[in-house]
């Protein structure tokens, strides 16, 4: 069975990085996932600015990206610093 996700802002670019210039954007995938949980952490989920960082992970990462790095998140074996 597919599950399905809902985002609920609209869909639109990320807005101009210059660290990454170039068309393959798996880092800036990898670090708006990292920056976001960073920010929850340290200034909790509630804080509007975070958003901006999921908003980019969820538009630029693959769904089973996200769903393994969630699960290695969950595990504790995440190889990315969380930590604020």
Known sequence: MLNVIAISFPVSPTRY??????QNQTAHCWQN???YFKCINAKGEGFKPCQQFRKGYLLLCPQSWV????????AGNFVGDLSP
């Open 33 to 35: 996932y990292v920056d």
């Open 67 to 74: 769903e393994k790095w969630d699960e290695q998140r969950e």
């Open 17 to 22: 990085d210059p660290r990454f210039p170039n």
